[in-house]
């Protein structure tokens, strides 16, 4: 089941969807699937527009890569 979210004033989607549910930059892709029309309000969202997280965003695996500075 999908979740919908509002953004504030002054939001942007990547810190909208990290503030509110935790989401990296990797789950940019299915959230702007799932909201048809999103990236054309621009970079700074109005405030109340409703953002809907989709299942698949919130499961989707986190991979890093390790970066050791001193090997």
Not at 17 to 40: K, M, S
Not at 44 to 65: F, K, M, Q, S
Request: avoid cysteine; proline fraction near 8%; glycine fraction near 10%.
């Amino acid at each position: 089941m999908a979740d919908v979210i509002h953004a504030r004033q002054g939001d942007t989607l990547d810190q909208l969807i990290h503030r509110d549910r935790g989401l990296g930059p990797e789950a940019l892709g299915d959230v702007l699937a799932a909201n048809p029309g999103l990236a054309q309000l621009g970079s700074v969202l109005p405030a109340g527009t409703p953002v809907t997280i989709p299942e698949a965003a919130r499961t989707a695996p986190v991979e890093r890569a390790i970066l050791h500075l001193w090997d």
